[in-house]
């Protein structure tokens, strides 16, 4: 059945693996600081479902792709392919459809797309509406000549069905389609009708992997090109097969890696590509949260404009970083930044005197380093007035270092501790340290969060809070870049070198283009190619995506009863 | 789903039924007492109710179920009243604003169940025990699952279903047809945030936000003639047809996993071909009376969206389109919710609601977070008062309605006690109204859902995770 139906009221399916008596009863000890090799390899298990030892898998020869249940095109992937099918117009018909409701970390998970009655009504009046849109110049839409009736009407109906369903299309449908077709009241009656079968088709909505099962080689099938033309359009701009990407499926040119690397060498230079990338970025640190982010106005009165601006900011950082040629290292610890002069001045930089433009700055970088340091993810660690340690430090334990903190036993109420004028922030959390109770979990994360203490509620620098010294100081426990640090750069150092943080990475990347959470187990030998590749081209990010389409995983699918 | 189904037998197969689907509309003479005819219908033993038309042989009264929320809670020193049971009085949160041509929910007080000491136990155990929790799951009962400290947008799931969809379903098997509309979720743009009406998966039900596309999903059809209605109706088939085709072609070389995945989407599409059969008996409305109000509801065309969408609930209701609805007009929390038709400030810090209900600390807020309370309590006041104005059997709509306002939070400090839940409507008799009741210690609001769902003649003594087996809230039905 349908993944969601597992749904027991688990977080995100992330396996528990720190030491610390903090999960389930395991009894291990807690961290003497030192984390030992079955410490770190459980610490891996990140972004994933099921527990592994990590060993490298005993046969990776042959292809041993992991599951790939069949994936339905999200909201966003369909507004695209409806605007590149069918033209803009098309795609404002969609505006009626349902946001998806986001169940996992990435829109791409195919535990948010449950089917309700509901939605296939509105897929159906969707279609409805987008044939109506799509016919009101019907000689320009099928582009022969309508007075030819059913040789027009057949010409139309091959094309649109073999590029909405990103594949030929057999003889029998097209002579089905022709058909139904031919029942409708007039040439534009029958396109109308045409479109709305193929638009609410399975072979439109979902993705389906077949394969060249002749092919199969121990139980994997290779697939064919159209399907990994589609697999590269959503993966790299979210959208369908552009013609260049369909020519080269003609040509049955994407079944080898050296074919597949062309494309996407084309792929990323597209300015989609950024999109994607930052989309990813975006969702892996809950950034889009920002835009709707509140803060105390009296004490922030230009937050509310400013959000805005940060979400540029952190987009355009991801961006060049990424596609700049940038590595993991850059990501987390560049101290350059992109701000227009509201941003500027909202940061209490120097204006650059750029409007609304956003240009590169280079700030200090013993205080600013990467994407954990910018205002979007400090604010969004942070209350209204204050800036939240536990939040910003279990984003970073959960999304940077794939660790999973237990939640808090049912009778904890959670309750802040109010601020006060003799304290700063940090010392309000001094209970979770003094309590035992409460400090077997605290430590893990709390450290990680005043790390950031420099950074107000709204992602400012401050040096004092409250009219107190800052104290950034913290231990990191439990991971394997163990030990002190003072400050938020020298705490992504310490990320940036982190074998942990890597594997969080390819695996949080993985979840993104597969549409589920790894399964160290049956994508063993997928992940240990990814995290050696990785390696290999020194942790560079374009260059892990590019693994990714290399990958066997990328190319095959496994055989299923 | 199985209903715990208090009395009456197995309701017909809906194939059955549905063989007659083309003249529904003609065919079935109780529907002659609702739509626009209305003439008089036969008498019931409980108050004014009508039989249900589409299952006269289960002898069950006719029963709607509405729900509503208001934003940002009260200030409780406005809201709950002084008095006892009978004898209670009115606060001012209740009372109308002539300014506004809004009556108060003060005026219906002989239809209301005012509660407290209800406790929204669910939400007080979710991630971030704030308005996304008090909203979402103020029909589900059940805990929003989330890493802690997090907010939404971190991948939260909830395990529905809600009470609407609950009652929905339960609903149609008893009268043993599908309606036109399973229910109606009406809520200004679609979230997860704002969304009140979740499946069994968690799936929130699309909502409908857009008049002209709700009048349209109503009434678009009845401007056609029967034989209009019925080429669309074989045209509809013949698209599905097709596209099922597809679906079981495809579902045929998948392996298993693929297979029933695709096995659902074939579930959902089979019945969208069952409904696409039932027909609305209604004359339609001018449609030039149902525009989109400019900016739609999210600026200060609220009060447009709000009436012009309280009438097309009305209609649905009185058409029998549908028996369950839900209603909200503004998300609560996230700061973008200004009240410039209240006097209240454009600028953030002086009058956007959700940060003016935070300065709890201060009564100098009070006027205008009571204010904003009285202005959303009106519109119920005014829905209340448009489902009095039709007439049906011997009485009104609202006879047969029970409708519920909830809120987000208690109080605009995310408090989660004596929650400023009430009740309007009898439900045909089903339900005491004229009341103050007091709880005697806080009660999970499981237990109220649980009330909701006995009114409804069905049998459950549980709903919700966060409380379990709760059973009724004591004292609310007889």
Not at chain 1, 291 to 304: G, I, M, N, R
Not at chain 1, 511 to 521: E, S
Not at chain 2, 72 to 90: C, I, L, R
């Amino acid at each position: 059945m349908l993944d969601s139906r597992s749904r027991t009221g688990a977080t995100l399916g992330f396996a528990v693996a720190l030491v610390g008596a903090c999960y389930d009863g395991v009894a291990d000890d807690p961290a003497s600081g030192e984390a030992g090799e079955g410490a770190t390899e459980g610490a891996l298990d990140s972004a994933s479902e099921g527990a592994s030892d990590g060993a490298e898998p005993a046969d990776c020869d042959t292809p041993q792709p992991g599951p790939a249940p069949i994936r339905r095109l999200t909201r966003r992937e369909l507004d695209n392919t409806l605007t590149d099918l069918l033209g803009p117009d098309a795609a404002l018909a969609a505006a009626m459809l349902p946001t998806d409701v986001q169940a996992r970390i990435f829109d791409t998970d195919i535990a948010s797309h449950g089917i309700t009655e509901e939605l296939a009504y509105a897929y159906m009046r969707l279609a409805e509406d987008v044939a109506v849109a799509a016919t009101t110049d019907v000689p320009a839409l099928v582009g022969c000549d309508v007075a030819q009736g059913e040789a027009c009407a057949r010409e139309f109906v091959t094309s649109l069905c073999s590029r909405a369903w990103r594949r030929p299309c057999s003889a029998d449908e097209v002579d089905g389609l022709v058909a139904l077709w031919a029942a409708g009241d007039d040439f534009a009656d029958g396109v109308q009708r045409v479109i709305e079968v193929v638009l609410q088709s399975a072979d439109f909505l979902y993705r389906p992997e077949l394969g060249d099962i002749v092919a199969a080689v121990d139980g994997a099938v290779p697939l064919d090109s159209y399907e990994i033309a589609t697999r590269l359009s959503y993966l790299l701009w979210g959208t369908m097969p552009d013609d260049e990407l369909l020519a080269a499926a003609e040509a049955d040119a994407l079944r080898d890696p050296g074919g597949i690397a062309t494309q996407v060498d084309r792929m990323l230079d597209d300015p989609r590509a950024a999109e994607q990338v930052v989309w990813f970025h975006e969702q892996w640190l809950g950034l889009t949260a920002i835009e709707s982010t509140v803060k105390d106005p009296a004490l922030f009165p230009e937050f509310a404009t400013a959000r805005v601006a940060m979400r540029a900011e952190s987009a355009r950082f991801v961006e060049a970083v990424v596609l700049g040629g940038g590595d993991l290292g850059d990501l987390l610890m560049s101290p350059s930044t992109y701000v227009n002069d509201e941003l500027a001045a909202f940061y209490g930089l120097a204006v650059p005197g750029s409007g609304g433009e956003f240009v590169e700055v280079q700030l200090p970088p013993d205080r600013h380093a990467g994407v954990l340091t910018k205002g979007a993810f400090l604010a969004i660690g942070g209350n209204q007035a204050s800036s939240s340690p536990v939040r910003r430090g279990v984003t970073v334990l959960r999304q940077v270092l794939c660790g999973e903190p237990a939640p808090p036993p049912p009778d904890v109420m959670g309750s802040v501790p109010p601020p006060t004028p003799d304290t700063t922030t940090r010392e309000r959390f001094e209970v979770h340290v003094s309590d035992p109770a409460c400090s077997a979990c605290h430590t893990l994360f709390d450290p990680i969060g005043f790390a950031f203490e420099h950074f107000d509620a709204a992602g400012r620098w401050r040096d004092l809070d409250n009219g107190f010294a800052v104290d950034a100081s913290g231990d990191l426990i439990g991971t394997d870049v163990d030990g002190a640090f003072d400050g938020a750069a020298a705490l992504a150092a310490k990320l940036a070198d982190s074998e942990q943080v890597r594997g969080c990475y390819v695996d949080h990347l993985f979840a993104f283009a597969n549409g589920r959470l790894v399964d160290h187990d049956a994508d063993a030998c997928t992940t240990s190619a990814l995290r050696s590749e990785f390696a290999a081209a020194d942790y560079g990010l374009a260059d892990l995506v590019v693994a990714l389409t290399q990958s066997d995983a990328f190319r095959y699918r496994r055989s299923e009863p | 789903m199985s209903f715990a189904i208090r009395r009456f037998a197995r309701p017909l197969a809906r194939r059955e039924v549905l063989r007659g689907m083309g003249s529904i509309a003609i065919g079935l003479p109780l529907l002659e007492a609702m739509g626009c005819d209305r003439p008089d219908g036969g008498v019931s033993p409980r108050v004014a109710g009508l039989a249900d038309p589409r299952a006269p042989q289960a002898a069950l009264p006719l029963q709607r179920f509405i729900a509503t929320s208001i934003p940002n809670g009260v200030v409780p020193s406005a809201w709950f009243p002084t008095g006892g049971e009978t004898d209670f009085v009115t606060k001012p949160i209740m009372d109308p604003l002539p300014e506004h041509a809004l009556p108060g929910l003060a005026e219906h007080r002989d239809d209301l169940v005012i509660l407290k000491g209800v406790w929204h136990k669910a939400a007080s155990l979710g991630p971030e025990k704030s308005h996304n929790e008090g909203h979402s799951c103020t029909l589900t009962g059940t805990i929003m699952q989330g890493p802690p400290g997090t907010t939404v947008d971190a991948g939260w799931t909830l395990v529905g279903p809600s009470l609407d969809q609950y009652l929905a379903d339960a609903l149609e098997q008893i009268a043993g047809v599908p309606f036109a509309k399973k229910s109606l979720p009406i809520v200004p743009g679609a979230s997860f945030n704002g969304s009140m009406s979740y499946d069994a998966q968690g799936t929130a039900i699309p909502v409908v936000s857009s008049v002209t596309g709700l009048f349209d999903e109503l009434f678009g059809l009845t401007s056609l003639s029967a034989a209009e209605k019925e080429a669309l109706r074989l045209r509809r088939h013949s698209v599905l047809d097709s596209v099922l085709g597809n679906y079981t072609k495809l579902q045929g070389r998948l392996g298993a996993g693929d297979k029933a995945r695709l096995e659902e989407h074939l579930d959902a599409l089979r019945k969208v071909e069952q409904r696409i059969d039932t027909e609305i008996v209604c004359d339609a409305p001018d449609a030039a009376a149902y525009p989109d109000p400019p900016e739609g509801f999210s600026g200060p065309n609220l009060r447009d969206w709000a009436d012009l969408m309280q009438d097309l609930l009305v209609l649905a209701l009185s058409c029998d389109v549908t028996r369950v609805a839900t209603i909200s007009y503004r998300y609560c929390g996230g700061g973008s919710s200004y009240l410039p038709w209240l006097g209240f400030s454009a600028d953030y810090d002086t009058g956007e609601h959700h940060e003016m209900s935070h300065r709890y600390m201060d009564p100098a807020w009070d006027p205008a977070l009571i204010l904003a309370a009285q202005w959303y309590c009106g519109l119920t006041a005014q829905l209340i008062g448009k489902l009095k104005a039709v007439p049906e059997g011997t009485g009104t709509l609202f006879d047969s309605v029970i409708l519920f306002q909830g809120s987000d939070v208690a109080t605009g400090h995310h408090t989660w006690e004596d929650m400023p839940y009430l009740l309007a409507g009898s439900g045909a008799g089903a339900l005491a109204t004229g009341r103050y009741l007091q709880m005697p210690q806080q009660i999970p609001h499981n237990a109220l859902l649980v009330s909701l769902l006995q009114a409804f003649g069905l049998s459950d003594t549980s709903f919700g995770d966060a409380e379990p087996d709760s059973g009724p809230l004591p004292g609310l039905l007889g």
